[in-house]
Each structure stands twice: as C-alpha cells, then as structure tokens.
C-alpha cells in the first residue's frame, strides 16, 4: 500500500492487524465484541525526534516491521478507505522478530 501520508517527528503510521477471535468452543465472535488489536504493520515512518541540543534521534522502527501497540494509543485515521492509526514511538511496546 502506498501511502500518501509523511509523519513527523517520531510518529509513525501503522495499518492494525485484526485477528479472527474464535472462542475455545469455536464460536467466531462478532466485530462489535472483539477487542480493539494491538498488532500492525508499519506503513511510514518519521524522521525521528531532535534531542536537546538539536540532534535527530532515529527511529528504531521501520517500514514493514510488525510491531505491538499500547491498546489505547495513537490516534484512528482513515487513508483510502482504510483505516490506520498515527501512534508516536513511544507507544511501540515491542517489536515482532522473524
């Protein structure tokens, strides 16, 4: 997906991954009880933050990474009908290793 969308400073776009939920008996639950996800994929990527005495910091992330989220963090946009999130990087708990 290429998008049309340049975060700044250390902000970073991310496209959720939403997981199927299936209870342990095999019911798929519906949209409106599932949990809001905490997995996605980075899209774009800010330059990084200026340090104190004017230095960029770069990110840790980068386009493609697959990275954990606090459940309540950044902010819900919709890009071409899609729905991203723009999260700062500090909001990145982890991310996924291959």
Do not use: C
């Amino acid at each position: 997906m290429a998008v049309k969308l340049q975060p700044l400073a250390d902000r970073l776009v991310v496209k959720p991954i939403e997981r199927e939920e299936v209870t342990k008996g095999g019911i798929v639950l519906p949209d409106t009880a599932k949990e809001k996800p905490q997995e996605g994929e980075v899209l774009a990527v800010g330059p990084g933050r200026l340090s104190d005495d004017g230095k960029r910091i770069a990110m840790e992330v980068k386009v493609g990474d697959r990275v954990i989220y606090a459940k309540y963090g950044g902010i819900d946009y919709k890009l071409n009908d899609e729905d991203v999130l723009i999260l700062r990087e500090s909001d990145i708990l982890a991310k996924k290793t291959k």
